[in-house]
């Protein structure tokens, strides 16, 4: 997939995560470990890809999703609609203010 992008000098990755990749929790420390390797593959791959017209980007989800809450996933994908849109940031936290 990421080869025939390159050929191309386009395409779109994205990652979506949780927030606990940077606020580690010792309750949930295999969780945190797990994102935030993700979180680094992301950024890793954003850096890396960028100069081929690739984007790469990541939603940190601050909660737990699910219907009718903040965290609503209709709500999140608005959330990853915007960001491949405008291919602006790298990393987006989603979080309830």
Known sequence: MIPEMI???QGTLFFSGGTIALEPNPEY???S???SAVRSLALSLADT???YGIYVG?????????RETYYDPDRIVDVFWD???KKDQ???IFKES
């Open 7 to 9: 050929e191309r000098k």
């Open 58 to 66: 990541q939603v940190l989800i601050a909660d737990h999703v699910k």
């Open 49 to 51: 890809l960028f100069p």
């Open 33 to 35: 470990i797990g994102k």
């Open 29 to 31: 420390a295999s969780i």
């Open 83 to 85: 960001a491949y849109i």
């Open 90 to 92: 790298k990393e987006i």
